[in-house]
């Protein structure tokens, strides 16, 4: 079955702003890491899993086309691989085009560098945004204690909210693991379920839209977003946090 590894939001050059947001909304965001495919990066922890603010350097020495050519907000699905060459292959039989996999690192100070494989498929092979698998190499220098508990009290990625995007292509990945799902939606229904701050979002298609994540803090999320000066509405059980600056919406349940 297919694991969670991490979702990815993209920033570009405003990886500052970034951080700073989500620090508002009141997660632990990791210290800013460096990779050596040239991108920079934050990372929020939970059990397992995380989501990943990745970017530029902002004085544009480094670009990583593979960054630079994605549209800011939700962008990347990345799945757990215990064996990348495995996993190359498997996506190759089932008609997939994938790269080889490839090797980078990170440091983190002052435990060591934090390295990972990846396999990732080929632009376009899964419309809506960029889609990969990730070894672990040195797990625990990314998913440490002191990142993974979050004054807003979230404890778990729940949702991808994707528009527009085949959902039969999507499939022929596998089944995922449970604790984690796709929601796949029309636009319309997209707008109906999200309500009055799902028209703030570009109406590119199709696309990775929203993330919901699980707090039991769910109420109290509104009031954190209201002193960051973000759009956020109440609904049913829930809260919607709309991220202007990177084209994306933020679900928070319990």
């Known amino acids: 079955m297919l694991e969670l590894d991490h979702l990815v939001i993209n920033t570009r050059f405003d990886t500052d702003a970034a951080q700073a947001t989500f620090e508002r909304l009141g997660f632990t965001v990791s210290p800013r890491g460096y990779h ?4 920079i990066n934050h ?25 630079a050519a994605s549209p ?5 699905l990345v799945f757990r691989s215990d ?30 560098d934090a390295r990972f494989v990846t396999v990732r498929l080929a632009p376009g092979q899964l419309p809506g945004g960029r ?57 319309a229904a ?15 298609s199709p696309r990775f839209a929203a993330v919901t994540i699980r707090t039991p803090q769910w109420h109290e999320i509104g009031r954190r977003a209201e002193a960051a000066g973000l759009p956020f509405e109440w609904l049913e059980a ?8 990177f084209d994306t919406l933020l679900e928070f349940v319990p």
């Open 190 to 204: 997209f707008d109906a379920h999200f309500g009055a701050l799902a028209h703030a979002l570009s109406t590119r």
């Open 238 to 245: 829930r809260s919607i946090v709309l991220l202007p600056a």
């Open 36 to 39: 050596t495919l040239g991108s």
């Open 72 to 76: 800011l907000g939700a962008d990347g």
């Open 131 to 187: 889609v990969y698998f990730c070894q672990h190499l040195t797990p625990e220098l990314v998913f440490r204690d002191e990142w993974r508990t979050h004054p807003n009290g979230a404890f778990a990625l729940a949702r991808l909210h994707l528009v527009d995007a085949p959902q039969d292509a999507y499939a022929r990945l596998g089944a995922l693991a449970p604790g984690f799902e796709l929601t796949f939606w029309s636009r």
């Open 43 to 67: 990372a929020i922890v939970f059990d397992g899993h995380y989501l990943e603010l990745i970017g530029l350097p902002a004085d544009g020495r480094t670009i990583r086309e593979e960054i």
């Open 83 to 112: 064996d990348p060459q495995r996993t190359f292959e498997t996506l190759r039989a089932a008609g997939f085009e994938a790269t080889p996999p490839q090797s980078f690192s990170r440091p983190v100070e002052p435990h060591g």
